[in-house]
């Protein structure tokens, strides 16, 4: 049999594909690799991973599964796909946790080294699954892949434990062979990666290597497939998850400011990324500060705000609750700064690595006394550069905090980013204070650091080393306009008023909410978040049998957009999907008495397509 | 090139009424450090006065400086902050013994190991004044206050070891009742790089009133009070007829110069890399029957953390030069979608 395998290519419009093993096999690197392969192709793509909290869990036990999970299609999508087609399970327990979302026929991988007795066991399985019959409404392919790949190995020299680290990229191989993924980029990947050790280089290739010729030479295989390039609007794109997009759009904010940028920020997940990629670009005038605690975390942030910088403090699940005095004593100081919720699941540290949206109400009501604060939130992972330079744009005209949500699952999937222009970044403009504003009845000229810009009620930012402007301020209430310490009754009052008023002012100069309405339904799907995705894929499913449904998402929370009011009023029926108990709902209806349909989901993961059509399946036909 | 003008006390003095309790010693400290900041050539605006909460912490908005009153425990972080990113301020922070060492202390012993430029001004009263008189985690064991009327059962805090044990690379005592010795301590902790830790002892005259009297008091200064000089022999007493001499046991001990002779004791040295000497006087007075040292424990050489931050800074623009966004954006693979 030659290499040049000649077996017939079928042509898919979409494939998902979900890799699963124990959480040291490296699911995560085989499924980021297949994606960026399949985005070099051009395809659209969308990702999921999903690994257990713990970092070594039990080898071979259910708890230790991780999995990832990739859409790639030929066309334009939204969601990594409701279930996979194509299930790769490294051990017995990779198989038991994943094989219940695989519809029948779908395409079944087994690493078949891995099923003896103990690790059945381990899985919960009485007998075989590879050799009872039990899988036989899929089409099920046995690999020996540990026993291959350790044969590839043989030659370096590898004790047998390390080779076998390799299997992963032997299976990586088998299914870009299959699906007819690029290995140019892989093979250069393995080198850059693992360029420290060249055994490992070696082993990861060969088994590479072998996993492709496997596919085309053995006889288990009927057919490659292969999914043509998509069509995304013209331009260069690249393939970022949610938390590389936060951070970029972060340094490209700081950039149109031409300011420098300050992270404080304790380690936690899934923020910790973040981190992680600031800490790299210290030639982008970035300062990453891994502080002692959250608490400090966001408190050197203010301080550098103080002095002059963007001050960003990045967190997720318990990290928000540790923040929140600051935030308060933010809203108070009027200064600008950035705090990112990467929210998970809840209460406590409740599910950490899985996802969540139920921060919202948190951070919009979270602090004592009444301490108002915009809210921005993040739809897809490429959205998160838009949020935040939205975020510290916000921040630095309205000299405020600003909070940024993403989730768990916006963070870690990846998709495609069109790399903008530099014409194309937002302009941000700020200007510092440069001379007294205020002349006192004896004639004196001072500097009074409470006395508001008209237009945008934010208050003067006057940077120490500025002579003449020296002033204190503090958490204490302050004096309208000198900024003094003031116990006044009515002045309370009316520093709460204009915080308020400051905040609320925000949505002149936001867009309008966009209504995606091609032929006045009855029904509004309206999100926010990261539940963006499922909600266009399940839309557009339902447009193509013939339903009418209009379709909004929300990027701002706080202050809502003017128009929000109108756009609630034209529908008869509003479905607001959340992956939590209702906040967003909580929020319109407290906000604007309508009553909206709620669709909740609490369980660590995103919807499925399929749940947000039946919802409104049964709303479009009760309104017929 | 600007002429520098002589400042005076009152350039540095805000237009704010002072509120604290008549007879604090917090007057006597704000007038020290107004006094001393002209002697030091401070520019107002170059100056950062950052506190925390508690009666101290109102210091800030007494101070014709920049000024952030921020929240209970925490000035130790926001300064940290505005001293790595702005290296060209003289930042101080201010607070009492509960909000630096209580709510506050993981923020203190942070900022002291990673030698953040900055002088550390900690209040001691051992009390809380603002909350009107609780046991602080200064209070000596058996302390009856309004929560603890059978007595204190917590073990206090030696601030001074504490501030040893944290890393930190200047660590000094005072009190407020010698303005020269107050401004000679502010002085050497200002002219430190990196972060200086000032332990004050202050009389808080409603709620725990006399609380040093018994070593700074004047009659009770010579036999208990015991004044460290850099390059001097550690000597106290009437005649300094007393000097601390090592002890074979490995720690030191208090003997009479006169029986055990001069040569027996031992020469202060702050700038000492070792800090056992230093811990070891920073025990001293534990017992009431021993003096208790003021002055500087240790003043040692520590890069501090805001030049290592510049340094790696430097370093990657030389190598990579001022980082550009489309260079960025094009760091991973990327491919095109034609028209
Ligand atoms: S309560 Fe004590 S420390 Fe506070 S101002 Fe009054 S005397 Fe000073």
């Known amino acids: 049999m030659t290499l040049e395998a000649d077996k017939a290519k079928i042509n898919l419009d979409s494939l998902v594909i979900r890799f699963a093993g124990d959480s040291g096999d490296g699911m995560q690197v085989t499924g980021d690799r297949f994606t960026a392969g399949s985005a070099i192709l051009g395809n659209d793509v969308a990702t999921f991973p999903n690994y257990p909290a713990e970092i070594r869990a039990p080898a071979g036990t259910i708890a230790g599964v991780s999995a990832f999970q990739v859409q790639i299609a030929d066309h334009d999508i939204y969601t990594p796909g409701d279930f996979p087609t194509v299930l790769v399970a490294m051990n017995p327990a990779a198989l038991k946790a994943n094989i219940a979302d695989l519809p029948p026929g779908g395409v079944v991988i087994c690493n078949s080294d891995a099923f003896d007795q103990r690790s059945l066991e381990k899985a919960g399985y009485a007998a075989n699954p590879l050799e009872d019959g039990s899988l036989d409404i899929y089409k099920l392919y046995g690999v020996p892949i540990t026993s291959l790949t350790l044969e590839a190995c043989k030659g370096i020299g590898a004790k047998p434990r390390d080779a076998e680290r390799s299997k992963n990229f032997f299976a990586l191989g088998l299914v870009s062979w299959l699906y007819d993924r690029p290995y140019q980029p892989t093979l250069d990947f393995i080198r850059m990666r693992y360029a420290k050790n060249s055994q490992v280089v070696e082993a990861n290739t060969l088994a590479f290597n072998a996993g492709r010729y496997f596919g085309e030479t053995a006889e288990v295989f009927e057919s490659s497939y292969t999914v043509p390039a998509s069509k995304l609007p013209p331009g260069e794109y690249t393939n970022i998850t949610g938390n590389t997009a936060l951070s970029w759009g972060l340094i490209a904010a700081a950039r149109q400011a031409s300011l420098p940028m300050f992270l404080g920020s304790y380690p936690i997940t899934p923020a910790s990324d973040i981190l992680h990629e600031l800490s790299k670009h210290k030639a982008f005038d970035v300062t990453t500060f891994q502080a002692e605690d959250e608490i400090a975390a966001v408190c050197s942030a203010l301080g550098a705000a103080f002095g002059g910088a963007i001050g960003v403090t990045t967190t997720s699940g318990p990290g928000i609750d540790l923040k929140s005095e600051t935030v308060g004593l933010a809203v108070s100081l009027e200064l600008p700064l950035v705090i990112i919720d990467i929210q998970r699941g809840g209460p406590s540290t409740g599910l950490p690595t899985k996802t969540e949206q139920s921060d919202l109400l948190h951070v919009m009501f979270g602090r004592h006394g009444e301490a108002p604060v915009p809210i921005v939130a993040a739809a897809t992972p490429a959205h998160c550069f838009e949020a935040a330079t939205e975020a510290v744009r916000i921040a630095l005209t309205y000299r405020t905090p600003v909070y940024l949500l993403s989730d768990g699952y916006l963070a870690n999937g990846a998709e495609p980013f069109r790399i903008p222009a530099e014409a194309e970044l937002p302009e941000i403009k700020v200007e510092f204070a440069t001379k007294a504003n205020k002349v006192l009845p004896d004639g004196r000229e001072v500097f009074w650091p409470y006395l508001r810009d008209e237009k945008t009620l934010a208050r003067p930012w006057a940077l120490p080393g500025t002579k003449g402007l020296e002033h204190r301020i503090g958490g204490i209430e302050k004096a309208d306009g000198s900024g003094n310490i003031s116990y006044d009754p009515l002045n309370h009052e009316l520093m709460v008023q204009v915080r308020q008023a400051k905040v609320e002012g925000i949505s002149k100069d936001l867009p309008d909410l966009e209504v995606d309405d091609p032929d006045q339904a009855n029904v509004l799907v309206m999100g926010w978040g990261s539940t963006y995705g499922t909600i266009v894929a399940s839309v557009n499913n339902l447009r193509q049998s013939g339903y009418s449904i209009a379709r909004a998402h929300l990027m701002y929370l706080n202050p809502f957009p003017r128009n929000l009011a109108d756009v609630l009023s034209k529908y008869d029926k509003v479905l607001i999907p959340e992956m939590n108990s209702g906040q967003l709902a909580f929020l319109i209806r407290s906000k604007f008495l309508k009553n909206v349909t709620q669709l909740n989901k609490i369980q660590g993961v995103p919807f499925k397509t399929s749940e947000i059509e039946a919802a409104l399946i049964t709303m479009a036909t009760e309104s017929k | ?339």
């Not at chain 2, 006597?28 to 925390?52: D, R, W, Y």
């Not at chain 2, 926001?78 to 060492?101: H, K, N």
């Not at chain 2, 050497?188 to 332990?199: D, R, T, Y």
């Not at chain 2, 800074?313 to 489309?326: C, F, H, P, Y």
Request: hydrophobic fraction near 35%; charged fraction near 20%; include cysteine.
């Open chain 2, 1 to 339: 090139m600007t002429t520098i003008e002589k400042l005076t006390r009152k350039d540095f003095m805000s237009d704010q009424e002072v509120r604290w309790c008549p007879g604090c010693g917090d007057y006597s400290i704000l007038a020290a450090v107004q006094l001393l900041l002209p002697e030091l050539n401070a520019e107002k605006h170059n100056t950062v006065f950052i506190s925390g909460i508690g009666c101290a912490a109102r210091f800030p908005y007494y101070m014709n400086t920049y000024g952030v009153h921020s929240i209970h425990g925490r000035a130790p972080a926001v300064a940290s902050g505005l001293a790595i990113t702005r290296p060209d301020l003289d930042v101080w922070v201010i607070g009492g013994d509960g909000d630096m060492l209580s709510i506050g202390g993981n923020h203190l012993i942070h900022a002291l190991r990673r030698n953040i430029n900055m002088v550390v001004v900690m209040f001691n009263n051992q009390i809380y004044g603002l909350t009107k008189g609780q046991y602080s985690p200064t209070s000596e064991v058996g302390k009856v206050t309004k929560s603890s009327p059978f007595g204190s059962a917590d073990q206090p805090f030696n601030p001074i070891s504490l501030a040893i044990g944290a890393e930190a690379t200047f660590v000094a005592r005072t009190h407020d009742m010698d303005r020269a010795h107050m401004q000679f301590v502010l002085k050497k902790a200002h002219e430190h790089k990196g972060a200086s830790f000032v332990e004050i002892y202050q009389n808080c005259n409603v709620f725990n009133d006399g609380a040093f009297e018994s070593i700074t008091g004047k009659e009770n200064r010579q036999d208990k009070l015991l004044i460290l000089q850099d390059g001097e022999p550690i000597l106290f007493g009437k005649d300094n007829a007393y000097g601390i001499a090592p002890d074979p046991s490995g720690g030191i001990r208090i003997v009479e110069v006169a029986k055990e002779g001069m040569e027996h004791v031992l020469v202060h040295d702050a700038k000492k890399k070792d800090p056992s000497l230093a811990f070891a006087l920073s025990r001293l007075g534990i017992s009431n029957e021993e003096p208790r040292p003021i002055g500087i424990f240790r003043d040692i050489e520590r890069e501090d953390y805001g030049t290592s931050l510049l340094t790696q800074q430097q370093n990657v623009l030389q190598k990579q030069g001022k980082g550009a966004l489309d260079k960025l954006f094009r760091s991973q693979s990327t491919w095109v979608v034609e028209e």
